[in-house]
Every structure is written in C-alpha cells, then in structure tokens.
C-alpha cells in the first residue's frame, strides 16, 4: 500500500513505488527537525570551529575555547548556548569552571566526517602529555 499523505492524494505521480519509498524516508517529522537544526549549527564557521575544538580536544572552559576559536569570550558564550539549546553541547561543573563537550549522537557522527575533510593528522597535546610519539595522533 502507497503511503501518500491524504494532502497530496489526486496529485499526477509518476512513479508511485519511489513516491511511497520517498514519503516514507521523511516520516518522523521530529527527527527530521532536529537534523537539519544540527546542519544548520554546523554550517556556520564560528560555531563549526567551537565543535570541532571541543571533539578533538575535549572539554574545554568558555575562555579556553575563546583563546582556541579566535572570538571573544561573550561570542563563545553565545555560541555554546544555542549550542547547548539544540542538545549538540552539555556543560558540567568543575569547581568554579564550567567545561562543555560534545554531546553525541547526531552532531558526534558529522563532526567526524567534517574532520575527516578539515582536520589534518596532528600529534595533540592534551590527549598524551609530552612531545614523545606515544601521544595520539588524530588521523583521518
């Protein structure tokens, strides 16, 4: 049975199989919401740098991050709100510093690929402690 919705019944189909297939890929009208609010955090250059700072270099303190991104403190606070608003960044309490993190799920998987296209492989400091080769590298 085709899954058209009763809207868009009566409408000219020509292939009514690829028309059911392409309805039903969009179904959960949530999920599909929540994903494009996710390529919208990414497809701006500020925030793209915020989360990609803090998936390869862990959690970090709004001042930190500022330091990494090139902004100021407020434009990070800013930034890690609407962030932290769209479930992409959680914050956690360090004595008085407040640290964010990559949340997971959707936004984790895409700055994994991204970061396979813009970061280069590196040697990262805070993952190893010194200049020796038994620090890891981020490799694509």
């Not at 919208?40 to 991104?69: P, T």
């Not at 004595?95 to 990262?124: F, H, K, N, Q, T």
């Amino acid at each position: 049975m085709h899954k058209v919705p009763a809207t868009r019944q009566g409408l000219r189909v020509i292939d009514p199989d690829q028309v059911c297939d392409a309805t039903a890929v969009l179904a959960d009208s949530d999920q599909l919401q929540h994903s494009a609010t996710v390529l919208d955090a990414l497809g701006e250059v500020n925030r793209l740098s915020i989360l990609l700072a803090l998936h390869h270099a862990g959690d970090l303190c709004v001042s930190d991050l500022a330091v990494a991104v090139g902004m100021s403190d407020s434009a990070v606070s800013h930034a890690l709100r609407l962030l932290r608003a769209h479930g992409m960044v959680t914050a956690h309490r360090e004595g008085r510093l407040v640290r964010y993190r990559i949340a997971g799920g959707l936004a984790r998987r895409l700055l994994e690929v991204v970061s396979e296209e813009v970061v280069r492989p590196m040697r990262l400091h805070a993952h190893g402690g010194t200049d020796h080769e038994d620090r890891p590298v981020v490799s694509q």
